[in-house]
């Protein structure tokens, strides 16, 4: 009995520690030398070893960037959300001060009416995100609030490197600023092409190198949260949610009034967790597969179980419902019970049909 009841255990606590583990190195991060301004969080970031990236240098002009600068390298972009109790202005003039003490040279700055007509549109087009629905990423920049809206250029050259800045601070589309600070560090192209001759060539002398597949890779990523879940079959659980995992810990107090003399296990309380790797068709849509356990005991009654074990596969679709909740839809297809009493041949081995719930989440 202990043997069979060790190894659920076991394989549950695995599955969990690999899905955090494994995916947690996904997360997204800020530049060390420009960091975020305080109390921000990442709404949407993409990175690429290599790439192109034109800087806005004038004012827009018929919603259009009169001059613009285009230069190669290491490019990291990242979308921040700001604490509700900042403005926008406070942000640009933290980050003037911070590139100011840092010996930046400002190549361009503007504000509000100087910047030209639909200038955060304009701006905002020289460098797109590439994965952009329009949803959490160019809309609160492109749709602010021009009169409270800001664009900084700047550049460090210094005998290690050349670093180029670029931010465009807006606010009126949420209650809090919001800001697009993108980062190129200049560097050389060193990816090579290479070729392996097929059956019959000469290799050796033929092989060359390949460029590294990954500078022009983009990443999407999300920072780590942290909530509270609600789900249609009473459970409430502490969820922790990222940019390709989310775990949760859950539990759901099950109380029993049976009529006198019949099944006596009449209060159960469930406690469990689940863990699902997230896909990420668009920014604010996450397909989840993962697994769920949960595990009885017992609140009264006077049936002692050794075993009272529910789990089972789970596929989740979760839909960021602006910056603080998120509704998930949950379908369990196969569901495994185990129950084991300490009275002899008491295991039981079932499965339930498929089942379906609703989750609220509200994240801090």
Known sequence: MNKRKNT????????????????????AYDHPEIGRYEGSSIIHQESSNFDQYRLGLAAATDGAVSETLTVEGKVLMTLYSG????????????????????????????????????FLGAF?????????PGWNNSSPITQGNPDASYVLVAKSESEENTI????????????????KLDIVEVQEFEGKISSVTGPGGETGDDVREQADASTTERTARRPLRFGVQLSSDSYFGLLLYANRFELSA???????DYPAGSDPDDGILMIG?????LFKPTENIDLGLGVDVRRGIKLSG???????MDGGPRLSINYNLG??????????????????????DSFTLDAKIPSAAVAVSFLF
């Open 302 to 308: 006077d049936i002692d179980y050794v075993q009272y």
């Open 83 to 118: 604490p509700e109790d900042a403005s926008s202005f406070e942000v640009i003039t933290a980050y003037r001060k911070l590139l100011q003490s840092n010996q930046f040279e400002i190549l361009f700055s503007c504000e509000t009416s100087d910047c030209g007509g639909q």
């Open 250 to 256: 859950k539990a759901q107090a099950m109380l029993y």
């Open 124 to 132: 905002y087009e020289l460098a797109p995100f590439a994965n952009d």
């Open 273 to 277: 967790a689940h863990a699902s790797f």
């Open 323 to 344: 910056k603080h909740f998120l509704v998930s839809g949950v379908l369990y297809p196969a569901w495994i019970v185990v129950r084991e009493t300490t009275s002899a």
């Open 164 to 179: 180029y800045m670029s931010i465009i601070v807006s606010q009126g589309w949420w209650s809090y600023p919001v800001y």
């Open 8 to 27: 659920v255990i076991l394989v549950t606590t695995t599955l969990l520690m690999f899905f955090a583990v494994s995916i947690y190195g996904l997360e």
